[in-house]
């Protein structure tokens, strides 16, 4: 064998240890982020809690609304709203939404000066606390 193959020889062999080296699994030190910032995982718990009680229930008091989620907002307001049944379109009459890396969620609109509105506020407070339960019809 000549030097020349020798040495060939050699650089495939480090070339190809490097190569494994690369391709070698980094140590797990701790688990990757989900990513969701504060806001979204509190309107994920309230928005979830208020499909089922409010909307797939079928719970009288709720029948006139529909429920438009807005999730996934590139603003950093997750948010859903309640509109008019047969108008989905129309102008929201309850806005429930989170901002940026807070976990308090804010409730508005012209349903909470009606009798409604106390029982929207209880149980957007009880959700955002972490109980998913739905609670006695005001």
């Known amino acids: ?28 030190s701790a688990p990757a982020p989900s ?8 309107m994920e718990q309230v928005a979830i809690a208020a499909h089922k009680c409010w909307i797939a229930s079928k719970d009288p008091a709720f029948k006139p ?10 603003t950093g307001t997750p948010r859903f709203l ?8 129309a102008k929201p009459l309850l806005v429930v939404q ?3 890396n807070s976990r308090r969620v804010d409730v508005y609109g012209p349903l909470m000066n009606e009798p409604l509105g106390a029982r929207v506020g209880s149980d957007i407070a009880r959700w955002q606390a972490g109980n ?3 609670g006695a019809a005001a």
């Open 35 to 42: 990513g969701k910032s504060a806001a979204l995982l509190a």
């Open 98 to 100: 989170a901002q940026g």
């Open 65 to 74: 609304y529909q429920m438009a989620n807005e999730l996934n907002s590139f």
């Open 82 to 89: 309640l509109v008019p049944a047969k108008h989905y379109g």
């Open 132 to 134: 998913p339960a739905c």
């Open 1 to 28: 064998m000549s030097p020349r193959q020798t040495i060939a020889r050699l650089a495939l062999v480090a070339t190809a240890g490097l190569v494994l080296a690369s391709c070698q699994s980094k140590p797990k």
